[in-house]
């Protein structure tokens, strides 16, 4: 058996710019890849990387595709280094589909009617504030709000404005994307001990640019704050791929893994691997197109979880083009917006 490789590149404006710590992110650049068999049968997947994460470039994603030729077979596959994390989801998703689609099977999660609450996304800044009533009346109760991008005293007193928005019962996580020192991380935990915070993301973070020993520097004090202040903190820069999950297990993490399937490479061993150690999970959107957020979603389904926490992936409408958006964003989500997603149809709008 043979497979037929084919990519496509993709720039894609968003609906509006998205503001973190790491600046203004005003459109999406990736990959999508499409296997077909000698019988025609085709399976697709996506390449969605994140460089400020430490992920692969599009550029390098695309040499490696161009570099393995039209016509391979399976065992051609297996040599793309681990390291390319975004490019072997793509793969992995697509070789799945291609299998699946082979053995007859439908590839949907077994009970379509079931359902995952999601999060809303709030903007930085004092724009949060205009969108929190309209997402709580469509029945959201989960917020998340990128902070870390402004003055911090600004935000720190904003945050209770922002709490008093929020509907009865709701929580509030707090998103730095890696923006603070210590001392600041310190005053936004001291405020979030008595306010209902239900975790804060990535208060710092220092990728493999700043060098190997301030890597070790920041990774030691997020263990040390998670261990001087009651109020959570979640991983999510700091979990680029396979290895850096299984580094923070064994550092002992005892927080929330912020996973984005979208970098993972396969993401069934690692998920294997944190359900093992009973890891607490929240699956969230690395800002992917439609055909990345169903292989990335058919993960979350498939979780098993006695108490799951609501999905990152309230971020649709997102695109300029609606026809990469996933499933439209609404407080619950289910197994059957994600059967839906059609990713033949964003593979043909990049014609």
Request: aromatic residues 10%; negative net charge; contains cysteine.
């Amino acid at each position: 058996m043979r497979f037929r490789l084919n990519y496509r590149r993709y720039v894609l404006p968003f609906r509006a710019p998205v503001r973190t710590a790491h600046g203004v992110w005003a459109e999406r650049t990736g990959l999508i890849v499409r296997l077909e068999d000698e019988s025609g049968r085709a399976g697709y997947g996506e390449v969605a990387p994140i460089p400020w994460f430490g992920t692969e470039t599009v550029e390098e994603a695309a040499a490696v595709l161009h570099g393995l030729g039209e016509w391979l077979t399976p065992e051609q596959l297996a040599p793309v280094p681990a390291t390319f994390g975004c490019l072997n989801f793509a793969l992995a998703g697509a070789r799945a589909e291609l299998d699946a689609s082979a053995a007859g099977a439908d590839r949907r999660v077994e009970d379509n009617a079931s359902y995952l609450s999601v999060a809303a996304l709030l903007p930085a800044g004092r724009a949060a504030l205009a969108q929190i009533a309209p997402k709580a009346e469509l029945g959201f109760r989960t917020f998340k709000w990128k902070v870390g991008v402004g003055d911090l005293a600004d935000e720190l007193s904003l945050l209770d404005d922002v709490i008093a928005e929020l509907p009865s019962g709701a929580k509030l996580r707090l998103d730095a994307n890696g923006a603070w020192e210590r001392r600041q991380a310190e005053r936004w935990l001291e405020r979030a001990a008595e306010r209902p915070v239900e975790f804060v993301e990535q208060p710092c973070f220092s990728g493999a640019a700043q060098g190997e020993a301030q890597c070790r520097r920041t990774e030691a004090l997020l263990l040390g704050l998670a261990q001087d202040y009651p109020t959570p903190l979640a991983l999510d820069e700091s979990l680029v791929g396979a290895r850096d999950v299984e580094r923070w297990l064994a550092a002992g993490w005892g927080g929330v893994f912020v996973i984005k399937p979208a970098l993972l490479g396969d993401p069934a061993p690692v998920l294997a691997r944190l359900a093992a150690a009973k890891a607490d999970v929240v699956f969230s959107s690395a800002l992917e197109t439609a055909v990345g957020a169903r292989a990335a979603l058919r993960a979350a389904f498939a979780w098993r979880s006695a108490k799951p926490r609501a999905l990152g992936f309230g971020v649709w409408p997102l695109f300029e083009d609606s026809r990469f958006d996933g499933p439209f964003a609404s407080p619950c989500l289910r197994a059957g917006d994600v059967a839906l997603l059609n990713p033949e149809a964003a593979w043909n709008a990049l014609t």
